[in-house]
């Protein structure tokens, strides 16, 4: 089993996972979520990859790598839940080449 895991890596380094906590946890993520969502944002995920990355990082099991391929998939699939805020374009505009207008005020 040792082989197996031997070379596989989280995601995400160890440090990473707990800076990621704690910016979940600062006081200004948490005022942000809370005026853009209407509630606080839940920080656990981040502090259990961190804690089952450390386990790894000790001794690699298969149960630890399930775990964190698992909650990478979950935060994966949910930032594809998200539409694009604007619609790509296949090609460009047909009177891209054309000088902008000069009576328009322009902001600086």
Known sequence: MAG???HWRPP???EEYWSEF????????RFHHYYTFGSTPSCQQWKDD???CCDWEKSPSAETKALLQQSERARVARQRTFAPV???RQKPPAD?????????PQDS
């Open 50 to 52: 961190y804690y089952a």
């Open 86 to 88: 604007w619609k790509l």
């Open 4 to 6: 197996v895991n031997a």
């Open 22 to 29: 704690r910016h979940c946890r600062s006081l200004w993520n």
């Open 96 to 104: 891209w080449h054309l000088p902008l207008p000069q009576d328009t």
């Open 12 to 14: 995400r380094s160890c």
